[in-house]
């Protein structure tokens, strides 16, 4: 009697994927009008393209996050959004995060119209800068016409619909004792974008004193950066109801489990 074994299924990328039916369909429930499934994927391949390690990240960190920025209606443009692999040591793996900067928060909340104008800029010790809290409230900013030298504080001012306005100004060791809490102090936007990480630092400050509405005061707050890579690794699993017909999450475990395993850090061995 001959024995017919069935031939493995071939193991799909992470590549394969994110080109694959299910996961169009996943993303274009989620996605704003003014993007498309096609352009948000083709985004998500020239950050693969940019960075390669993002292809060795777990499939599971990699799909939420991009999941994630579905939900935001957000692009992996490396200017608003940025998708950074981090690597889990004892586990041996790569694991992707996402990290959503200034432009990236400033977007979502011009799009709510919640506000009517946004602005956070860095100044730097030539500067032409003076500001007052309390009675008498007012920031007045003027760059400096040539050298502006180091950076010295960073601010963030709205003007919210009523025509209120609201500032708030951090020094610039205030803003470095926050980037030694994150993960990608050494690493992604903190190294190649450092003054538009200091802006979104110092406006997620201050819009928690912002009137904002629980919908928009959630999306600012959606970021994992503070999480240890244990914790990004563990609420790693995207959510995907079985049963919410678009096939994507049974795909997705089954690519999942075809996978070869990212072979572990030399620090990991």
Not at 86 to 101: A, M, N, P, S, Y
Not at 114 to 143: M, P, T, W
Request: charged residues 30%.
């Amino acid at each position: 009697m001959t024995t017919v074994i069935a031939p493995r299924p071939a193991k799909r990328t992470i590549k394969d994927l994110l080109l694959g039916e299910e996961f169009k369909k996943q993303v274009a429930l989620a996605l704003p009008r003014h993007l498309t499934p096609d352009r948000f994927i083709r985004t998500a391949l020239t950050a693969m393209n940019r960075n390669p390690k993002l292809a060795q990240c777990t499939p599971e960190s990699f799909f939420q996050c991009l999941l994630d920025l579905s939900a935001l209606g957000l692009e992996a443009d490396g200017r608003r959004a940025h998708l950074i692999p981090f690597e889990d040591r004892k586990r041996g793996v790569v694991v992707c995060t996402l990290i959503v900067d200034y432009k990236g928060l400033a977007e979502l909340i011009r799009r709510s119209g919640e506000v009517s104008y946004l602005r956070a800029d860095i100044v730097c010790e030539n500067d032409v800068f003076d500001y007052q809290f309390g009675s008498g409230a007012f920031l007045k900013h003027k760059h400096a016409r040539d050298g502006r030298g180091k950076i010295v504080e960073v601010y963030s001012f709205v003007e919210l619909k009523d025509g209120s306005v609201d500032f708030d100004v951090m020094g610039i060791e205030e803003v470095e004792t926050v980037r030694t809490r994150s993960r990608a102090k050494d690493n992604g936007p903190w190294v190649t974008d450092f003054p538009e990480m200091a802006k979104k630092t110092v406006f997620r400050r201050h819009s928690k004193w912002l009137p904002l509405s629980p919908e928009l005061r959630e999306k600012i707050e959606k970021d994992d950066e503070p999480l240890t890579e244990q914790e990004r690794f563990a609420a790693a699993k995207p959510v995907l109801p079985e049963e919410d017909g678009t096939g994507f999450g049974e795909a997705l475990s089954e690519a999942a489990e075809g996978l070869e395993e990212p072979a572990p850090t030399q620090e990991a061995q």
